[in-house]
């Protein structure tokens, strides 16, 4: 008689007796019912590095780890989330997340315009800052307009700020980018006192908001966060004088509060592309609303930058005011810097 065509009491087995499976009648089925953490801690993610999160708990930080029930589900940046373990915060302490809130926002990139793979920036901000310096680096227009294509696609309102204007006058910069109705603030550095001008407006415009900062390399970000939040010392450098570009110094985003404790600022690794792969063109014109009604005489498919485009005769008529044919070409150009048809700013991704 083989040894599975018997019953074997416990004191029976021996070596020969490996192969044999458990009765699965006897075996306790696994539950698919998860914990519902009802005690979990609230916490807003500070920062992310190598799969350890800083959290704000309360007036504290804690450092944590994702749960593995969470499975796949990525955490970033200004997510909301539950945590349970040691929130003590204390150096030896560890926690686990093992809930993230729905996002109220998602700012995403891509590598490219082609690359299918989206990459979270940071979740739940309102506002994106777009940093530009006028002059060293020069300004690259494509890239801020597909910046502006990423904030209206996530819903935040865009924010230009432009550096450097003790170096170059920015009226000329700023003419291209009135029809868009983009709110801006200009800064200056003192020589002699290194003194950075215009921070108040910048800081008024802040308040009682996430604001994720985003722009190239060598701009001045990064010295921008450090002086609207003292003691940051997030890295500075300076720009190659051969190549016209920044070397990249934040290596991580990281969520910095500021000091009047109402409102945050989101400080990001400097890019040197923005991928709009996950942008659904068809959205864009909302941000429009002067211009949008125009589409409804437009052909099936229209992509609002052809011949056949109904707009070009809604603005010669008038009807989008006296600022739409600026108005529309601007349009046309998010347009083409979404859809890769504008050229210049398809450099090689910054390492984040």
């Known amino acids: 008689m083989s040894p599975r065509s018997r019953r074997i009491s416990a004191g029976d087995y021996d070596e020969?007796?490996?192969?044999?499976?458990?009765?699965?009648?006897?075996?306790?089925?696994?539950?698919?019912?998860?914990?519902?953490?009802?005690?979990?801690?609230?916490?807003?993610?500070?920062?992310?590095?190598?799969?350890?999160?800083?959290?704000?708990v309360e007036e504290h930080t804690v450092t944590a780890m994702k749960a593995r029930e969470l499975g796949r589900k990525g955490i970033v940046v200004g997510d909301r989330v539950g945590l349970v373990g040691d929130t003590s915060g204390s150096p030896d302490a560890l926690a686990r997340i093992v809930r993230v809130e729905d996002r109220t926002?998602?700012?995403?990139?891509?590598?490219?315009?082609?690359?299918?793979?989206?990459?979270?920036?940071?979740?739940?901000?309102?506002?994106?800052?777009?940093?530009?310096?006028?002059?060293?680096?020069?300004?690259?227009?494509?890239?801020?307009d597909r910046c502006l294509v990423a904030a209206y696609a996530a819903g935040l309102d865009p924010l230009l700020v432009l550096t450097k204007a003790d170096l170059a006058d920015p009226a000329d910069f700023l003419a291209n980018y009135a029809p868009l109705a983009v709110p801006y603030v200009v800064t200056s550095q003192d020589a002699e006192t290194g003194q950075l001008g215009g921070l108040e407006p910048l800081r008024e415009k802040l308040t009682g908001r996430v604001s994720v900062f985003v722009g190239h390399s060598g701009v001045g970000k990064s010295t921008l966060v450090n002086a609207l939040v003292p003691g940051t010392d997030r890295a500075t450098g300076v720009v190659n004088v051969v190549t016209g570009r920044g070397r990249h110094t934040s290596t991580s985003a990281v969520a910095l509060a500021l000091p009047s404790g109402d409102g945050w600022v989101v400080d990001t690794p400097g890019v040197r592309s923005f991928g709009l792969a996950h942008v659904d063109l068809t959205r864009i014109i909302h941000h429009f609303p002067d211009l949008e009604p125009g589409t409804d005489q437009c052909p099936r498919g229209c992509t609002h930058d052809e011949e056949e485009c109904a707009l070009d005769e809604w603005v010669a008529q008038g009807k989008a005011g006296p600022a739409g044919p600026s108005r529309l070409e601007s349009l046309r150009r998010l347009l083409r810097a979404r859809s890769g048809s504008e050229s210049g700013e398809h450099d090689t991704t910054a390492r984040a």
Not at 118 to 141: C, F, G, K, T, Y
């Open 16 to 56: 020969s007796h490996v192969r044999i499976r458990p009765n699965r009648r006897g075996s306790r089925p696994r539950s698919k019912d998860r914990p519902a953490h009802a005690d979990a801690v609230p916490g807003f993610v500070l920062g992310v590095d190598r799969g350890r999160y800083t959290v704000l």
């Open 105 to 144: 926002s998602v700012l995403r990139r891509t590598a490219d315009d082609s690359d299918p793979v989206e990459r979270v920036i940071v979740a739940n901000a309102d506002q994106l800052v777009v940093v530009s310096a006028l002059v060293n680096p020069e300004p690259r227009p494509r890239l801020i």
